[in-house]
């Protein structure tokens, strides 16, 4: 079992950079420290500063005493209590926000693939030609390119 996780810093001199991670493991340690399971380096980000651990049959995030806390959704985690988590919430750590995508089995193709056969769809079509599409209200080719990308996703899945 591997969880996905995509981080981005929200602010500093790394504004913007993003991390996209499948982790093995339960717990999954996120911290500064080299020894933590998903490495964040960034200093606002504590050396251990949380855990995500399977529990009730679903995920939470766990605040390990970090110095700027954890927050889930807006909302502060309290020190030591689990809060539950799901599929596109979203875990904020300091200046570095982290999208929680759940499991991912480890003999499905590389999401990221995916999100590269979709921009390179696009690129053929052109963004500007969709977003034209789209405001036209022509359905037939927006349809075949979404039908292209639920063919992808399709051929990942099954």
Do not use: Y
């Amino acid at each position: 079992m591997a969880l996905r996780f995509i981080a981005v810093a929200t602010e500093g001199t790394v504004a913007g950079a993003e991390i996209d991670e499948i982790i093995q493991g339960d717990p999954v340690v996120v911290g500064r420290d080299e020894k933590a399971d998903f490495v964040l380096p960034e200093p606002t980000v504590s050396r251990r500063h949380a855990e995500v651990r399977r529990a009730d049959g679903g995920w939470e995030v766990l605040d390990l005493g970090s110095r700027l806390g954890t927050w889930v959704n807006g909302k502060k985690t309290r020190v030591g209590v689990g809060v539950p988590i799901k599929i596109g919430d979203e875990i904020e750590m300091g200046i570095v926000r982290i999208l929680f995508m759940g499991e991912c089995g480890e003999d499905l193709r590389d999401t990221r693939e995916i999100a590269g056969d979709l921009v390179r769809e696009l690129e053929v079509v052109g963004s500007e030609t969709f977003v034209g599409w789209l405001e036209a209200g022509m359905v037939a080719p927006v349809c075949g390119l979404i039908a292209g990308v639920l063919g992808l996703l399709a051929a990942v899945l099954l």
